[in-house]
């Protein structure tokens, strides 16, 4: 089974910064790597497909970055909006895995 | 208007089992992969499994943590993906979500299952 481990766990940041979430692979998934976000009572928010295209709708600060083993998402000048789980999930190898999250607060 | 609907979670005492539905509408159903997610209270998310179109045969795949528990299956007559969950423990307490394709770009909303005597 591949694991994914992000970095990191958690973060506290204030509005307008820029925030860089990483996720590595045990072994290499190639491109298949996906980013979500997941606010409380809502359902998990699809952010970035395939490690950089941009999913429709999705703001303009949100990117992917990353191949192989190494991943990133940033989000740029941070928004209140943006309290929330980041989730990375691969779906390169059966089985297929999510990461364990990385909590972010707005100060 | 794509939309998934989970339904049948509930309370359901260890050893019993239980049938979710993942309901699609606004898409064509039967073209679409579909999948199982989990997230345990006050957990990440966990991939449970999938089942894919009739086009690529119809076969499902699971988690270790389920396989051989938990089947997936599909009505494309009536756009409803199901998981049938059986011999169900308390680790199995979560709430179960479905998402359209190998990588969820519309999500259900959610059921709660809860295994407790």
Request: cysteine-free.
């Given at each position: 089974e591949i694991v994914l481990t992000q970095?990191?766990?958690f973060q506290s940041v204030t509005p307008k910064e820029k925030v860089t979430i990483t996720c590595r692979a045990s072994q290499s998934i190639g491109s298949s790597l996906h980013w979500y976000q997941h606010k409380p009572d809502q359902s998990p928010k699809l952010l970035i497909n395939y490690a950089s295209q941009s999913f429709s709708g999705v703001p303009s600060r949100f990117s992917g970055s990353g191949s192989g083993t190494d991943f990133t998402l940033t989000i740029n000048t941070l928004e209140a909006e943006d309290a929330a789980t980041y989730y990375c999930h691969q779906s390169s190898t059966l089985p297929y895995t999510f990461g364990q999250g990385t909590k972010l607060e707005i100060k | 208007?794509?939309?998934?609907v989970e339904s049948g979670g509930g309370l359901v005492q260890p050893g019993r089992s239980l049938r979710l539905s993942c309901t699609g509408s606004g898409f064509t159903f039967g073209d679409f992969l579909m999948t199982w997610v989990r997230q345990a209270p006050g957990m990440g998310l966990e991939w449970v499994g999938f089942i894919r179109s009739k086009s690529y045969g119809g076969t499902s795949e699971y988690a270790a943590s389920v396989k051989g528990r938990f089947t997936i299956s599909?009505?494309?007559?009536k756009s409803i993906a199901y998981l049938q969950m059986n011999s169900l423990n308390a680790e199995d307490t979560a709430i179960y979500s479905c998402f359209r394709g190998a990588f969820g770009d519309y999500w259900g909303q959610g059921t709660l299952v809860t295994v407790s005597s």
């Open positions: 970095s990191p766990d | 208007e794509v939309q998934l599909r009505d494309d007559s």
